[in-house]
Nanobody, 126 residues
């Protein structure tokens, strides 16, 4: 069973940056596309960013507008989400997710992902 462990959340001010990490078991990147989602209180879970397992190419939610960057370190078995120019509306619980796939694709819907981390809270004050 793949287990994901997020870290790096916290309380920041508008305009600040934050980098989230998600530790994954070895070989996860060989079989799973990775994604980041977020869920604000009272709202649906929202796709933030995803990374294809083979090419490593990324895909982003429209709202990110160049402010967020997904990356991975294969040697450290970790996927990251760099968030810059944070806004109060970015406040949410952020989740790392893994999607088993045979192909070099990436999902943008929560139901496409098989494994989820416990989430890490990001709060942006104005």
């Amino acid at each position: 069973q793949v287990q994901l462990l997020e870290s790096g959340g916290g309380l920041v001010q508008a305009g600040d940056s934050l980098k989230l990490s998600c530790a994954v078991p070895e070989q996860t990147f060989s079989n799973y596309a990775m994604g980041w989602f977020r869920q604000a209180t009272g709202k649906d879970r929202q796709f933030v960013a995803g990374m294809r397992k083979i090419s490593g190419s990324a895909y982003y939610g429209v709202f990110t507008k160049g402010r967020f960057t997904i990356s991975r370190d294969n040697a450290k078995n970790t996927v990251f989400l760099q968030m810059d120019s944070l806004k109060p509306e970015d406040t949410a619980v952020y989740y790392c997710a893994a999607r088993w796939t045979q192909y070099d694709d990436v999902g943008t819907q929560a139901h496409e992902y098989d494994v989820w981390g416990q989430g890490t809270q990001v709060t942006v004050s104005s």
